[in-house]
């Protein structure tokens, strides 16, 4: 902990990925068809089990050091 309190990574910010942190507060993949009768759902499992994964795989190509570097950015001002 710094001196104004927060936490500290095990790992450096470069090694660190958007799915890593997903999965890190999301343990477990969500059922995205809750309210859906039974036989519906098991039509759908993969297409949503491909469609986390391919979100999952976004994720890993971003790191937190990328995005703490995109979001560190100036605007540029805006002119009229």
Same mark, same amino acid.
């Not at 971003?62 to 001002?77: H, V, W």
């Given at each position: 902990?710094? %001196?104004?309190?927060?936490?500290?990574?095990?790992?450096?910010?470069?090694?660190?990925?958007?799915?890593?942190?997903?999965?890190?507060?999301?343990?477990?993949?969500? *059922?995205?068809? %809750?309210?859906?009768? %039974?036989?519906?759902?098991?039509?759908?499992?993969?297409?949503?089990?491909?469609?986390?994964?391919?979100?999952? *795989?976004?994720?890993?190509?971003?790191?937190?050091?990328?995005?703490?570097?995109?979001?560190?950015?100036? %605007?540029?001002?805006?002119?009229?």
């Amino acid at each position: 902990k710094g %001196p104004s309190g927060g936490s500290k990574l095990a790992r450096t910010a470069g090694e660190i990925t958007l799915r890593d942190i997903h999965q890190a507060v999301h343990p477990q993949r969500p *059922n995205y068809a %809750p309210t859906l009768p %039974p036989e519906i759902q098991s039509s759908l499992k993969g297409v949503f089990s491909a469609a986390t994964r391919a979100f999952e *795989n976004e994720l890993a190509q971003t790191t937190l050091a990328q995005l703490a570097k995109k979001t560190s950015r100036k %605007p540029k001002r805006r002119t009229r």
